[in-house]
């Protein structure tokens, strides 16, 4: 069963108000997947440069809004395509290691609980791509119920984003390392236990 706990049933309303005027007015769904990367690395840029981490904070999460935005555009549009999907899903990853990769730059020889930040955004890269990569396995052998665990990828980037707007980023990075990994395990054991009982998938 899917689960009900998705940020982006929070932000539903909002995005589809961006996509509307955006489908009408013709606007290639691609184009929004790219620009939603050109946010990120505006985000990691800003943190690099000023070491804001307000403005970090708001860049990353309009990157996460437009990265909603596309496929509501594609779906409005009826122009949905695997070609899409998979543009999406890699930007996605480019994305990420944008975001986590900054603060390794800005914090690096740093300790944080007496770990150093970089090894805090080694567990956070792992454990982010490590949940996309078990998802997508899964779902290429026949496994239905994919969207399982609490850390998705925009339950991720919300955390970030709430702790860089309360100016605790490092403690972010510390929750979304520990939820990515979680996560990932989490859906290696579920997606194990169908595909035991699914053995034709």
Same mark, same amino acid.
């Given at each position: ?8 049933? %929070? ?11 955006? =489908? ?5 769904? !691609? ?6 990367? &050109?946010?990120? $690395?505006?985000?990691? /840029? ?9 403005? $970090? @904070? +708001? ?5 996460? &809004? ?18 899409? =999907? ?16 900054? %603060? =390794? ?8 609980? @007496? ?6 955004? +080694?567990?956070? %890269?792992?454990?982010? +791509? ?27 980037? $919300? +955390? ?5 707007? /309360? !100016?605790?980023?490092?403690?972010? /990075? ?21 595909? !035991? ?5």
């Amino acid at each position: 069963m899917p689960s009900e706990f998705r940020v982006r049933r %929070i932000f539903k309303g909002l995005v589809l108000r961006i996509a509307h005027p955006l =489908a009408k007015a013709g606007v290639r769904p !691609n184009t929004i997947t790219y620009v939603s990367l &050109l946010l990120s $690395f505006i985000a990691a /840029l800003s943190l690099s440069l000023t070491g804001i981490q307000l403005v $970090f @904070g +708001i860049f990353v999460f309009v990157s996460g &809004l437009f990265d909603g935005v596309d496929g509501a555009v594609a779906r409005e549009r009826n122009v949905a395509s695997d070609v899409g =999907a998979f543009t999406d899903s890699v930007v996605d990853k480019v994305s990420e290691i944008l975001i986590l990769g900054a %603060i =390794a730059v800005v914090y690096s020889g740093i300790a944080f609980l @007496g770990v150093p930040v970089e090894l805090w955004v +080694i567990i956070a %890269i792992s454990g982010w +791509i490590l949940t996309s990569y078990t998802r997508s396995r899964a779902a290429a052998l026949g496994v239905s119920d994919l969207d399982i665990g609490l850390g998705a990828r925009s339950e991720r980037l $919300f +955390i970030l984003v709430v702790f860089s707007l /309360l !100016n605790q980023l490092l403690w972010g /990075l510390v929750f979304v390392s520990i939820i990515g990994i979680l996560t990932s395990g989490y859906r290696f054991y579920k997606y194990q236990h169908e595909l !035991n009982f699914h053995p034709s998938n």
